[in-house]
Structure formats: structure tokens, C-alpha cells
């Protein structure tokens, strides 16, 4: 009888087996098979795909994170002006550098998919067609006073590459959750300029992005089923009640100043006090 610890079952003590595993038959099979064997050939071809796949997320990941970085100036250029002036130029640039955008990383996407299942690459470029969504949105809101749509903007990333002898169609397919989802994202910019917009005096600005705001955020209420966009309503509720408080102080606290001081303009030059003694702290 065996002491404790040493129940064996079976002859496992035996040298028939020793030294066999899995690794090492595998590796004698595969060193085994001739160079012209139809298994190693289906083999090298799956590995062939299997790279090509991984080097065409990697260079989508990298287009990605260009749109991204992009649309992320334009989002802060179009919080920048004051004036009416500097707006109008704004804008201009703006649309100059969202084409630029359009022309550049974002075909070369459609360059990458064109012969590829989009949907299998779609988690490697989804950040970039959401913050390119909340750039473009945003431009629209601020040049045209609407929201540009879906299909609109879909017809916007149509192109034509010129072949030899003709031109052939190619598209920058964008998903409609993305186009969601930057929408969300939108409500975020719609806040801080409602909040920004008290402090330059325009109350009517003000007043127009808490509207669009809390238009959104009915809009969402209503749509079930996506994860993505659940996780992203609570921001959205969050934007709305920034933005509702923004309004609020301005309706009821604004009226106690008089419209001047809501845009007092600062002193051109910093200037040094005078007349101050070394009693009042001043260095």
C-alpha cells in the first residue's frame, strides 16, 4: 500500500512516455512536412493575413489618433473669438481645416478599408470619427445655426481617386453610432460655451446652446439598446444642468448689473501701484 501522498493510478511511473508533449510532437510534425505540403501552405497564408490585419489596425490606429488630435483644435479655435469680427474669421478657418481633415487622414481610412471589412476595424477608428462628429457639429451649429445630419455628413466623405484612365469611387464609411456618440460628446462644447458666453455678454448665445442642450438630452432619452450610448447620458445630464444654471444665473442674477459690466473691458497694460509704503505689504 502506498504511503500518503503517493496514490497512483495506473503504471505512471513508466519510460514510454517520458519526454513526449504536445510542443515537441507539433514541432517534430511541422519540422517533418515537406516545403510543398498543402498544410504548411494554408498555414503561411493564414500567418500572411493574420500579419497584413495587424499592420492595417496599427496604421488605422495612427490615422485615428491624427483625427482626433486635429479635431480637437478646431473644437478649441471655435471657442476662441470674442468679437464679431474674429468669429467670422474663425469660422473661416475652421472650415478650412475641417476640408483639410477631410482630405487627409480621413481618406486615407477609406484608403485602408476599401478592400477590408470595415466592422473588423471598426473599435481602431471609432475615437476619431467621434471627436471628427463633435468638431463638425459644432462648426455647423456655429456657422448655420443647425445641426449638420447624418447623411450629410456621410456625402461629405465620398471621394474619386484617379486611376490611369478613369476615376473610381471610394467611400469613408461612417458608422451612425459614431455619429451618435459625437453628437453626445457635443453637449460638453454646447455647455462650456453657454458658460463662456456670460462672461463676454452674449446672453442670446447663452440662452441658444442651453436649448440645444436640453434638445439633445430629450432626444437621447428616447433611444434604448445601445450600452455605449447609456454610459453617456449621465454626462449628458450633467452638461444639461450646467447649462440650465448658466442660463439661470444669467436671466436672474444678470439683471441686477447694468449690460455694460457684463462685458468690461480690461486694462491694456499692466500698471505699477504708486504711493504705497512698505507697511501695506508691497514688494
Given at each position: 500500500m502506498p504511503g500518503p501522498g503517493k496514490h497512483y493510478r495506473g503504471n505512471r511511473k513508466s519510460g514510454n512516455n517520458s519526454g513526449t508533449t504536445l510542443a515537441s510532437v507539433a514541432r517534430e510534425t511541422a519540422t517533418s512536412l515537406p516545403a510543398d505540403s498543402p498544410v504548411l501552405a494554408i498555414f503561411k497564408e493564414a500567418a500572411y493575413k493574420l500579419n497584413e490585419r495587424q499592420d492595417r489596425h496599427e496604421r488605422l490606429v495612427k490615422l485615428s489618433r491624427d483625427v482626433?488630435?486635429?479635431?480637437?483644435?478646431?473644437?478649441?479655435?471655435?471657442?476662441?473669438?470674442?468679437?464679431?469680427?474674429?468669429?467670422?474669421?474663425?469660422?473661416?478657418?475652421?472650415?478650412d481645416r475641417i476640408q483639410k481633415l477631410i482630405n487627409g487622414p480621413i481618406r486615407s481610412i477609406g484608403l485602408e478599408l476599401e478592400f477590408s471589412p470595415a466592422h473588423l476595424h471598426s473599435r481602431a477608428v471609432t475615437a476619431g470619427f467621434q471627436e471628427y462628429i463633435e468638431a463638425r457639429t459644432l462648426l455647423s451649429l456655429m456657422a448655420d445655426k443647425r445641426?449638420?445630419?447624418?447623411?450629410?455628413?456621410?456625402?461629405?466623405?465620398?471621394?474619386?481617386?484617379?486611376?490611369?484612365?478613369?476615376?473610381?469611387?471610394?467611400?469613408?464609411?461612417?458608422?451612425?453610432?459614431d455619429y451618435m456618440l459625437g453628437l453626445a460628446d457635443l453637449t460638453g462644447e454646447l455647455?462650456?460655451?453657454?458658460?463662456?458666453?456670460?462672461?463676454?455678454?452674449?446672453?442670446?448665445?447663452?440662452?441658444?446652446?442651453?436649448?440645444?442642450?436640453?434638445?439633445?438630452?430629450?432626444?437621447?432619452?428616447?433611444?434604448?439598446?445601445?450600452?455605449?450610448?447609456?454610459?453617456k447620458l449621465s454626462t449628458t445630464r450633467a452638461n444639461v444642468h450646467k447649462a440650465e444654471m448658466a442660463a439661470y444665473a444669467l436671466r436672474v442674477r444678470g439683471g441686477e448689473a447694468p449690460a455694460p459690466l457684463l462685458l468690461a473691458p480690461g486694462p491694456a497694460d499692466w500698471e505699477t501701484p504708486r504711493d504705497l509704503s512698505d507697511d501695506e505689504g508691497y514688494y
Open positions: 482626433t488630435i486635429e479635431s480637437k483644435r478646431i473644437i478649441f479655435l471655435l471657442h476662441s473669438p470674442i468679437t464679431k469680427d474674429s468669429s467670422e474669421n474663425t469660422l473661416t478657418e475652421a472650415k445641426i449638420i445630419t447624418y447623411p450629410e455628413c456621410q456625402k461629405e466623405l465620398d471621394y474619386f481617386i484617379a486611376d490611369d484612365d478613369y476615376q473610381r469611387p471610394l467611400v469613408t464609411m461612417l458608422p451612425e453610432s455647455m462650456r460655451k453657454a458658460i463662456n458666453s456670460i462672461s463676454s455678454g452674449d446672453s442670446e448665445e447663452c440662452f441658444q446652446a442651453c436649448d440645444v442642450v436640453r434638445h439633445l438630452y430629450t432626444g437621447y432619452l428616447g433611444i434604448t439598446g445601445s450600452r455605449l450610448l447609456v454610459r
